[in-house]
């Protein structure tokens, strides 16, 4: 699915987003994870081998939501929910999270904070629907 402009604007914003996995019980994982784009995916980066990271190489299904800094016209909160197939990519896990930092944490950042970090891990989401409130649930349409 193509990224409606919209939600690419609040994605650059570095809001934190919110990545939900499911655990082999079949039970929600919930972390907040800073993300990006990449080829019209969105892109998030892991040093360790985590839940959340062998989570998705057993099941794909992830969710993505992220808070707005905006008001809809009737004064609610504006939010972006994104679902979506997930897959995972060893390496590249420092090289996205310093560039990610330039925009989460600020323009000069260095991040992570280590002298050689583990090549880590790189989950690339294909966005297959969205919901939510705010200007990109008309975007597509």
Partial sequence: MKLPQPLIDLIKTG???H??????????H??????????????????????????????PRVV????????SDYKLTEYAVLY????????GAPELLQKLA?????????FPPMENPPPGYVTRIQVTRIEGVGPWMNASE
């Fill in 84 to 91: 979506g197939e997930a897959r995972i990519t060893e390496g």
């Fill in 64 to 71: 993505i939501s992220i808070e707005a800094p905006t008001k």
């Fill in 19 to 28: 990545l939900v996995t499911m655990n082999k019980d079949g039970s929600p």
């Fill in 102 to 110: 330039r925009i989460y944490i600020a323009p000069d950042a260095k």
């Fill in 30 to 59: 919930v972390t907040i994870v800073w993300i990006g784009i990449e080829n019209d995916e969105i892109v998030c980066a892991h040093l360790p081998r985590n839940q959340k990271v062998r989570n998705i190489e057993r099941d």
């Fill in 15 to 17: 809001r934190d987003a």
